[in-house]
Structure formats: structure tokens, C-alpha cells
């Protein structure tokens, strides 16, 4: 599978019409591949940024297919041609796995911030994927937006691999770093009781402190709105802040919380306006980045 992610990395390049640069990443994989010592690797790595810039990708529908038949969920979209070229040259190093950890260790410890960004978005397409779960939680320790954020959004690995406390750790601080969770993958499937206590919890928090409350944490408490939830809820909706307010009746439209209808039969005319609940989701959680962070 590394071949084949490789090839199709190197052909999203190729749309860029950096040729300087693909020679350059064509010389320095095969020098990689052919002779995997470390020190290889990491100076192409470094390297790498004065061959390609942080151009992002543009990919076809029929390449958006493509990743995804690669590896479920791969979202290459949303990487610039630094990163792709960076996961080329990883994909390149052996992967014999005393020696791959060894070195991707290395890596990931003397990375400056854009190589991490490479490293944590490459980790759906990297081998040995089950023993880079610790390193991948490890990460979700920064405060750097940009390093969490290859991590957390648009990416596949934490839904497939992290396990539940990890995983409600991780969308708690996405919550406080106030990034947006209509980009995590799996966000539906994995919402949990403890996450939604979790939500709750922060809510309180920010209200005791006199300050709002990121909407799209409701869509945390949907599937568990309870006479507790509704209390919490009926507070957000008394706001007058309308995307508060979307966010609160998409929230109790997906309950199946018997006095959630009455709720919502109240506000006719907001209800109306609403899409459907992955695409009015991730509209909440657009305005409100653009508007409020």
C-alpha cells in the first residue's frame, strides 16, 4: 500500500508543474529506498521546504475517490504540497519496523512545527498504524493549532484507533481550543455518554465565567438529551443568540427525547431554516468560526 499511496501523492504533485521539485523528490526517494540510513531522510525532510511550498492540493472527484479507496477516510485535500511531498519522502524509508520506529521517532522528536504537521497528517497512510496510537495521543498535547489540528481534523486515524477516554480528550481540547468539529471524522459515530457529560460539564463551566458556549457542542449531547440535558439546553435556547439557537433545535430534532417536539414546535420559522444534520452541522460550525473565533 505504501507504493501505491506514494504514486498517487507523487501524481497530485505533478499538478502543481513544480518539475524542479519532483526531480528533486524522485532523486532523493530513490536514494532513500536504495539506501535507508537515517540521516537520508532526515535531511531530505528538511530540505524539502525549498523545493515546495504551502500550496494546497487540488484534487478532482474522481481523486477524492481515489484517496479514499486507498485508505478509508484519506483526505489529502486539505494538505498543501510541503506535507505531500514530506509523506512521499516517509513512505520511501523501508519499513522494517525496528529500525522505521527508530528513525520516524527521531523525526517526530527534532520536527519543527511544519514537519510535525507532515508527520501527524501522514498517519492513515503510515505502516504500522496500531503502534503509532501512543505517539498520535502524545501529539494532542500541543497548543499549536496547527500540529493538533493534522491530528484532530480531517483526519481518520483517532476515530479508527483511539480509545474512548483518548478520544473524549481529545474533542474536549478541540472544544477549548475552539476548532471546528464538523471537521473530525467519526464525530457522529463515536459520541459517547462520557463525552456528552463531558460537554456538559464544560458548558457550565463557561457559563459560570460569563461566557458563551461553542454551538456545535450540543451535537455532542443529541443522541442523549435526557430531563438533565434538557435544562441545559433550554438555557442555550433562552440566549437570543440564533446560531446558538440552531444549534440547540438540530440538536433536539435528532433526540429522541419525547418533550424535545414541544421544544421545537415553539420556533416554527428557525426549524424551517434548517438543513439536514450533517450539512447544517458543519454550516453552524462555519458561521461560527468565521464569526466568533
Known amino acids: 500500500m505504501q507504493d501505491q499511496v506514494s504514486n498517487f501523492l507523487i501524481q497530485l504533485l505533478q499538478a502543481g508543474n513544480n518539475s524542479k521539485g519532483l526531480n528533486w523528490l524522485e532523486k532523493q526517494t530513490q536514494k532513500i529506498s536504495s539506501e535507508p540510513v537515517p540521516a537520508k531522510l532526515f535531511l531530505a525532510f ?17 481523486q477524492l475517490e481515489q484517496a479514499d479507496q486507498l485508505c478509508s477516510g484519506f483526505e489529502p485535500n486539505f494538505w498543501d504540497e510541503l506535507q505531500t511531498a514530506r509523506a512521499v519522502l516517509l513512505l520511501s524509508y523501508k519499513a522494517e519496523k525496528e529500525t522505521w520506529f527508530k528513525t520516524v521517532n527521531q523525526l517526530f522528536e527534532t520536527a519543527d512545527m511544519y514537519e510535525h504537521q507532515a508527520l501527524f497528517a501522514a498517519l492513515p497512510v503510515l505502516p504500522f498504524q496500531e503502534d503509532l496510537i501512543p505517539r498520535a495521543i502524545d ?47 467519526g464525530l457522529e459515530e463515536r459520541r459517547n455518554p462520557d ?5 456538559r460539564d464544560f458548558a457550565h463551566e463557561r457559563w459560570a465565567a460569563g461566557r ?12 442523549f438529551v ?36 414541544k421544544q421545537l414546535e415553539q420556533f416554527p420559522e428557525l426549524v424551517a431554516k434548517l438543513d439536514m444534520e450533517a450539512k447544517a452541522w458543519k454550516s453552524i460550525g462555519e458561521e461560527f468560526q468565521q464569526t466568533r473565533v
Open 226 to 261: 435526557d430531563e438533565m440535558f434538557m435544562s441545559d439546553l433550554q438555557k442555550a435556547l433562552e440566549s437570543q443568540d440564533e446560531l446558538q439557537m440552531k444549534a440547540v433545535l438540530l440538536a433536539l430534532r435528532e433526540s429522541a427525547y419525547g418533550p424535545a417536539e
Open 195 to 199: 463525552l456528552a457529560a463531558i460537554a
Open 46 to 62: 528538511s530540505q524539502a521546504s525549498r523545493f515546495f511550498k504551502k500550496e494546497k492540493l487540488e484534487l478532482s472527484v474522481k
Open 139 to 185: 501529539g494532542l498535547r500541543t497548543n499549536i493549532s496547527l500540529v493538533f489540528d493534522a491530528i484532530a481534523l480531517n483526519n481518520p486515524f483517532p476515530a479508527k484507533y483511539f480509545p474512548e477516554a483518548n478520544w473524549n480528550q481529545m474533542i474536549l481540547k478541540a472544544i477549548f481550543m475552539q476548532r471546528p468539529l464538523y471537521k473530525v471524522q
Open 212 to 223: 458563551d458556549v461553542m454551538p456545535e457542542i450540543w451535537r455532542l449531547v443529541a443522541p
